[in-house]
């Protein structure tokens, strides 16, 4: 187990509305990334926190947003949405500790239905 | 554009055997690859890893071999086992400050006993 935990772990949305995912990491750890992945397909980056701010965004709109609390748990909302993103939304915790490499712990993961 | 690419969507093997998982990256900028292993139902978890400056990593029964030449890595698994069948990923990062993983679509191990 990576420590990192997510919740809700399943969740049925409708087309239009709002939702709010959450992301607690790994003890120790001081940066939080979110992942979408459709079915068989591999993760794709939507955006990182650091410090409580963006650190770095993939290609999603605006309407994917998030949070990062002094704690370093993390939110991940998403407005007005759409029947494509239906996925497994992924959370991953790490330590930053300058520049070179961080390695990501991922969580299990909340699974969204959009009807 | 990056991309990181797998060679083989599926693999299946024979308990015991040797398990080879090839992957290609495009962005010579990467210094950072991951392997990861995803179960049904789970995250995507650590295997091992591997900097830029290393062509060989040895962990417990998997060793990572990068090229950077031909900017391809593989993922031994060595006596496979039926634990051992999930879909398998390789990230790269981004390189220098941007700690953005790009994966490939995975490669599904199927371990027959």
């Known amino acids: 187990e990576t420590g990192v935990t997510q919740s809700p772990t399943h969740l049925i949305k409708t087309r239009g509305q709002q939702v709010t995912l959450r992301c607690s990491s790994q003890s120790g750890h001081n940066t939080v990334s979110w992942y979408q992945q459709a079915l068989g397909q591999g993760p794709q980056f939507i955006f990182q926190?650091?410090?409580?701010?963006?650190?770095g965004r993939g290609n999603f709109p605006p309407r994917f947003s998030g949070l990062q609390f002094p704690n370093y748990s993390s939110e991940l909302n998403v407005n007005a949405l759409e029947l494509d993103d239906s996925a497994l939304y992924l959370c991953?915790?790490?330590?930053?500790?300058?520049?070179?490499?961080?390695?990501?712990?991922f969580g299990p993961g909340t699974r969204l239905l959009v009807l | 554009g990056e991309s990181v690419g797998l060679h083989l969507p599926t693999l299946s093997v024979q308990e015991g055997d040797n398990s080879i998982i090839n992957c290609a990256y495009s962005?010579?900028?990467?210094?950072?690859f991951i392997w990861y292993k995803q179960e049904s139902g789970k995250g995507p978890q650590f295997i091992i890893d591997i900097r830029s400056n290393m062509d060989k990593r040895q962990g417990q029964r998997v060793t990572v071999l990068l090229n950077k030449t031909v900017k391809h890595l593989s993922l031994q698994i060595a006596a496979t086992q039926p634990g051992d069948s999930a879909v398998y990923f390789c990230?790269?990062?981004?390189?220098?400050?941007?700690?953005?993983?790009?994966f490939g679509k995975g490669t599904l191990l199927t371990v027959n006993p």
């Open positions: 926190y650091y410090r409580e701010e963006e650190n």
């Open positions: 962005n010579s900028a990467s210094d950072y």
């Open positions: 991953a915790s790490s330590l930053k500790r300058g520049a070179g490499e961080e390695t990501q712990y």
């Open positions: 990230a790269a990062n981004s390189g220098g400050s941007n700690y953005k993983l790009t």
